[in-house]
């Protein structure tokens, strides 16, 4: 049996990097990953689809070029090129992420690792021991129980990215982040796109001003997306294509395509640990944790997507940070209510805090400010007039406790209303802040102007 003085069960985000800060605190850390460093994030999901996103965005552009004074311009687009670039550069960062863990000494196990009790895992037939473990399998893609649902037309995000055609057309059931994200590059690539989704809006975490306005801007590159609406079965017809049923406001329709995305979520990954075996509560929703993300088993751990609080890569790594301080016994001040997320559809949507909707199920008194991104020097001079920036203040105090923001750069904008948030920024603080010019960040500033 091999002893560490702590062993980590996954290797995405919140596993490679917590085990590299473990190491750095002079632990010995042995790692289990039975798939690829790097864990969905790397190789199925948050840098693959941004590089096709990257794609999109250049094909938009050159769709766009008369507006920029290129006249009579044509191209090709390579998909398989595409698709080669992307896998670059995963693989790219999968070999950096082994350098660093090797320089680190960290003892890399590539197998898939289950309790035999709550200090042993067992993996590709050997015994491992720890004091403390850490749980960091990540989750997979759901799905909908509904007829249809396991035929070997439908794919995953994870088989989406790795078809090595793009579709003639493309129903995508489901309208989150992911959802949102391939209907946005596919239709870039020439794709028919259609949009079912469950809930009244698109990206139902996100701000619904925000989500309205991304629902208009969308469908005006052509991509069809329906609201309020349940798929009832999927199933494909004589000619080969797939037909969804679904219902919306009473009546029932259908959508047929060449193809289907399930883009409904993800589920934690528990399958296979073996959890009864250490003891571990857990349920279909995740294994819980209290606040140090601590199981209910003293010296076991549960970080990241498994634990289902906020399946974000990088509220994983910070989850990382608190375990590891929750072992060595220090605190920190790491504040998971500020946490900056977007989605990178064209335009692309970041924000961070509260939603208005939020406030008013909480009895919060706000305020709010607005700016359109066509007032903004630098957003015209890039071509990129499209979106909105929504601040909310909480009305005692003037303190800012969400940003909502559609446009270009939007994701980087969240991240810097993020940090005025961690400092506890007021509207005021914000003001006397000087802003360069021209740059797209001053929608922040428009907004706090615009205050009502």
Not at 374 to 391: D, M, P, Y
């Amino acid at each position: 049996m091999q002893t560490s003085d702590i062993i980590i069960i996954g290797a995405g985000p919140g596993g490679y990097e917590t085990a590299l800060a473990a190491a750095s605190r002079g632990m010995n850390v042995t790692l289990f990953e039975g798939a690829h460093l790097g864990g969905t994030c790397l190789n199925e999901g948050c840098i693959p689809t941004k590089c096709l996103c990257r794609n999109a965005e250049v094909l938009t552009q050159f769709k766009d070029a008369e507006q920029f004074g290129i006249d009579d311009f044509s191209f090709e687009f390579d998909f398989g090129k595409a698709m080669e670039r992307k896998n670059n550069v995963v693989a790219t960062l999968r070999d950096g992420i082994a350098a660093m863990l090797k320089q680190a000494k960290v003892n890399v196990i590539s197998e898939y690792a289950s309790f035999k009790d709550s200090n042993t895992v067992v993996a590709g037939g050997e015994e491992y021991s720890a004091k403390n473990i850490i749980i960091a399998s990540g989750s997979v893609s759901k799905s909908l129980p509904i007829p249809g649902a396991d035929l070997d037309c439908i794919k995953t995000s994870t088989e989406m990215l790795s078809i090595d055609y793009v579709p003639e057309s493309l129903t995508i059931v489901g309208g989150g982040v992911i959802g949102m994200e391939f209907a946005s590059i596919f239709a870039a690539m020439g794709s028919k796109v259609t949009v079912v989704e469950y809930c009244k809006h698109i990206l139902p975490p996100f701000d619904s001003d925000i989500a309205k306005r991304l629902k208009q801007s969308l469908s005006k590159r052509g991509i069809e997306i329906i609201t309020s609406a349940a798929v009832q079965k999927i199933e494909r017809n004589e000619e080969g294509d797939v037909v969804t049923t679904y219902e919306c406001k009473g009546k029932t329709a259908t959508v047929i395509s060449t193809d289907i995305l399930m883009a409904v979520g993800r589920s934690p990954r528990i399958d296979g640990l073996n959890l009864e075996a250490a003891g571990v509560e857990f349920s279909p929703r995740g294994i819980n944790v209290d606040d140090n993300m601590r199981t209910n088993v003293s010296g076991i751990f549960a970080i990241g997507d498994v634990n289902a609080r906020m399946m974000l890569a990088h509220v994983a790594t910070y989850q990382g940070v608190r375990a590891l301080n929750a072992i060595e016994g220090k605190e920190d001040s790491i504040d998971f209510n500020i946490v900056p997320s977007a989605v990178f559809t064209q335009p692309e949507c970041g924000m961070v805090g509260l939603t208005a909707d939020q406030c008013k199920e909480q009895g919060i008194a706000v305020r709010i400010g607005q700016s359109f991104f066509r007032a903004n020097g630098k957003a015209l001079a890039l071509g990129e007039s499209e979106g909105l920036c929504k601040l909310i203040f909480k009305a005692d105090d003037m303190t800012l406790i969400g940003a909502h923001i559609m446009g270009v750069q939007a994701a980087d904008l969240a991240q810097q209303c993020a940090d005025l948030m961690s400092r506890k920024s007021t509207r005021k603080d914000i003001m006397d802040t000087i802003f360069s010019h021209p740059t797209v960040s001053e929608v922040i500033l428009s907004a706090c102007h615009n205050v009502k």
